[in-house]
């Protein structure tokens, strides 16, 4: 258990649906991500929320739209997606501060396979 | 552009050996260094890290290495255990969020 928790932990989605992808952290933490993980690509950063303030857009398609109400919390909605889209989601979580020497924690991650 | 590289996409090794994976890295300004390990269907977690300023870290069975002068990083296990059977990702950080990681290095260990 990292303290970080992810749900759905699969979905199957048409490309007309549109669902929400949900990211808890229990760890106080002050910064949350969005990473995708296709097979054999690197994860690849998406969107990061520092103190609920988005502060990295990689030049992700707007049918990705990220949600950050809270420090605590992290959505990720989607609508419209392609099957290219079909990825492992993972959320992130790390407390930002003085030191460059932080770690990520990670969620579980939600297979999406959009058909 | 990939600053974070690793060329072996899968490594076999018999129990009670040794397994190194590599790393290798193409930015001079990476200070600090991560490993993760992988199981399926589960996210990565946290193995061991290492900062520019040591050669060598060590935690238990897990050892990493730094070679600054040739930008590679490696990751010894000894004695490896089939329970060690996961993909293994390096990542470094850079300024701000930004985690760079690589494609990830498939071990299995043979009983």
């Known amino acids: 258990e990292t303290g970080v928790t992810q749900t759905p932990r699969h979905l199957v989605m048409g490309m007309t649906n549109k669902k929400s992808l949900k990211c808890e952290q229990h760890l106080g933490h002050n910064a949350m991500y969005w990473y995708k993980q296709s097979a054999k690509k690197p994860l690849e950063l998406m969107f990061v929320y520092n103190f609920k303030e988005q502060t990295e857009n990689n030049s992700v398609p707007s049918r990705f739209s990220p949600e950050c109400p809270n420090s605590s919390h992290l959505f990720l909605h989607l609508h419209t997606l392609q099957p290219e889209d079909s990825a492992l989601y993972l959320c992130?979580?790390?407390?930002?501060?003085?030191?460059?020497?932080?770690?990520?924690?990670f969620g579980s991650g939600t297979q999406l396979s959009v058909l | 552009d990939q600053q974070v590289k690793q060329n072996s996409p899968s490594l076999s090794v018999q129990e009670g050996r040794i397994s190194i994976l590599n790393c290798d890295y193409t930015?001079?300004?990476?200070?600090?260094f991560l490993w993760y390990k992988k199981y399926p269907a589960e996210g990565p977690t946290f193995l061991i890290s290492?900062?520019?300023?040591?050669d060598k870290n060590e935690d238990g069975r897990f050892t990493v290495f730094l070679n600054k002068s040739a930008k590679h990083l490696s990751l010894h296990i000894v004695p490896s255990q089939p329970g060690d059977s996961a993909v293994y990702f390096c990542a470094a950080p850079l300024t701000g969020n930004q985690f760079y990681f690589g494609t990830g290095t498939s071990l299995t260990v043979i009983p």
């Open positions: 930015n001079s300004m990476f200070d600090y």
């Open positions: 992130a979580s790390s407390q930002e501060g003085v030191s460059r020497n932080e770690k990520l924690f």
């Open positions: 290492i900062s520019s300023i040591k």
